[in-house]
């Protein structure tokens, strides 16, 4: 392959996702079950004079296409620092037990404190996250061996069994808990306003940068753990630093939407087939095309059934799903 001609394809490439994103936070802030033209969109966002459509534009759309950009963005980067970190190209997000800390610390909230409002109970799924992420780390570190993908990845799917079991034995238990889990455990982005995006915003953007920092090095430790210490890579540093990346983006964006299932699994092998295994590149390319999943799928879950909708987590895994079978039937996945 001629070099210096990837680099402007990989940018034309991007540039068009750009396009395409753009496009879908169109589609989000159009599509309802009332439609509002584009002016009309316009007029309400820059004039607050309390009309209808101002209402469902900056009250209701706004929010909801800001955190489809957020959560699909963390959970994209998320799918690509899981999958460089395991070198395991099926790797999901939850397997560092993310998923399953959020619903256990949601569904404690709910049981024993009697928190029922989603700009609550939000804060306690990310807690629940982020320490069991570490639990995680600490199990699949521990010993002279020190830090090892296949046992990060058993510590993590040994935690989330046990979580998971606990939470079904507390939900089971407790009505209420049950009611408040099953709407956050759809993967939705309705109900949420700008109090839940801006706290969430903060902690994604630091892991975004945690993530485009431990990209190169992830890139050495693909070739294995001698060969990236011959490289000057310090392998510990750089799984924390992944680690602490992927407890950020994949905990916020859990925490406050629910587990969106396929997006951090389907979207870095897309990205991969397009660009190779650089994953500066798959990062990049991944940032734009989840939350065009997560956009997309919101967008279809509100008209496939009018006036009900269906969520967003639904939609995207039967999105997602066919597009995995693909391009694993091409026989590309992890192979470019």
Known sequence: MDLPRIQPRRWSGWLSAAAVLAAACLLSLVVGTKSVSIPDIWAAIWDSNGSPNHVIVTEYRVPRTLLGLLAGLALGVAGCLMQGLTRNPLADPGLLGVNAGAAFAITLAVAFLGVTEITSYVWFGFAGAAVVSLVVYRLGTAGRQGSDPIRLTLAGVAVTAALTGLTKGLILLHPKAFDEWRQWDSG?????GYDVIGGAAPFIAVGVIAAV???RSLNSLA???????????????TRLLTVVALTL??????????????????VPHVARWIVGADQRWIIAYSMLLAPILVLGSDVIGRIIIRPDEV???LVSAFLGAPVLIWLARRDQVGSS
Do not use: M, Q, Y
């Open 311 to 313: 969520p967003a987590g």
């Open 249 to 266: 983006l994949c905990g916020t964006a859990t925490a406050a939407v629910g587990p969106i299932t396929f997006v951090g699994l389907a």
């Open 223 to 237: 070739l294995g753990d001698d060969l990236a210490r011959s490289l000057g890579v310090h392998v510990g540093r």
């Open 213 to 215: 920092i431990a990209s």
């Open 188 to 192: 939705s982005l309705t109900g949420r």
